[in-house]
């Protein structure tokens, strides 16, 4: 759901098919745990599958549910060649996200990719002015989608939100990690939720910025990729070392293959910066 100065835009009738493949070589014993299935929220119809073969043999993955409602799929492999295929149909429009004191907490302290301490001066200097206007989330989003250019394959996954800036350039994760790190050092809880976002180009795993503003979690997206009232969450978390789609733990692994699928039956929505959307 969207607003704008009273008016609502309701997206709760638009059906979204969104998967995932991906294909890893195992090397060396490990346990995987991927995060690519819809989260668990009140309000949505989930109809979905998922997949997991070693060497061509189905296996059982043990599933986890985290913190707001991310799953978490792990299995453990000795060697050989790991796929996953993930499809679901999406319907509905899911509640809001609730809004814990715990949460309002966590995602104001700076994170490993969020540095929000070392934005502290620079963040007063460039937004002070809007730091409690409603407008606060469209000057940081088109601050960011201005001052960054999407170039894949410029940035390193171990990259923050300073080297981000000092760049110029990166992907959706970089894109959300600065704004994260703007808006905690302007006192506003932000996190990163990664989100199946149908029209997506080029079509991937998409990260995005959720803020609290208003008394709600509101999604900001700067690289404007895709219409916020379409995406489907994933994962939700501090920055992407909470969200990543696959982790990999003690073993040695080479990932071949990773192909995303989000669409919608029918038109997309449209969005504007200037909109208050919720994440749905």
């Avoid at 410029?154 to 970089?174: E, F, K, Y």
Wanted: a negative charge; charged letters at 20%.
């Amino acid at each position: 759901m969207a607003s704008k100065q009273g008016a609502v835009i309701t997206t709760s009738d638009l059906k979204r098919v969104v998967g995932a493949d991906i294909e890893v070589e195992v090397t060396a014993p490990t346990t995987l745990e991927f995060q690519v299935t819809v989260a668990q929220q009140q309000g949505i119809d989930v109809s979905e599958s998922l997949v997991i073969t070693l060497d061509g043999k189905p296996i059982q993955p043990r599933e986890i549910v985290g913190e707001h409602g991310t799953r978490i799929h792990s299995i453990e492999a000795e060697g050989g060649i790991v796929t996953l295929s993930y499809s679901a149909t999406v319907a509905g429009e899911a509640a809001p996200p609730p809004v814990r004191d715990i949460d309002l907490i966590t995602y104001l302290r700076p994170s490993r990719y969020a540095e929000a301490d070392k934005f502290f001066g620079f963040a007063a200097t460039e937004f002070q002015q809007y730091a409690t206007s409603e407008t606060l989330l469209e000057r940081v989003s088109s601050w960011v989608g201005t001052r960054l250019n999407y170039v894949p394959g410029s940035s390193d996954p171990i990259d923050g939100a300073t080297d981000t800036l000092l760049a110029g350039a990166g992907v959706c994760r970089d894109y959300a990690h600065l704004v994260i790190a703007l808006l905690r050092a302007l006192n506003v809880p932000a996190r990163l939720v990664a989100v199946y976002a149908p029209g997506c180009q080029p079509m991937d795993f998409h990260a995005v910025a959720e803020a609290f503003v208003d008394g709600a979690w509101r999604v900001v997206d700067a690289t404007c990729l895709s219409p916020r009232q379409s995406m489907v969450r994933i994962a939700t978390g501090r920055d992407a070392a909470d969200t990543a789609f696959l982790d990999n733990h003690k073993g040695a692994i080479t990932l071949n293959n990773a192909t995303v699928t989000a669409v919608v039956d029918g038109e997309l929505p449209k969005d504007s910066v200037d909109q208050l959307v919720t994440l749905w």
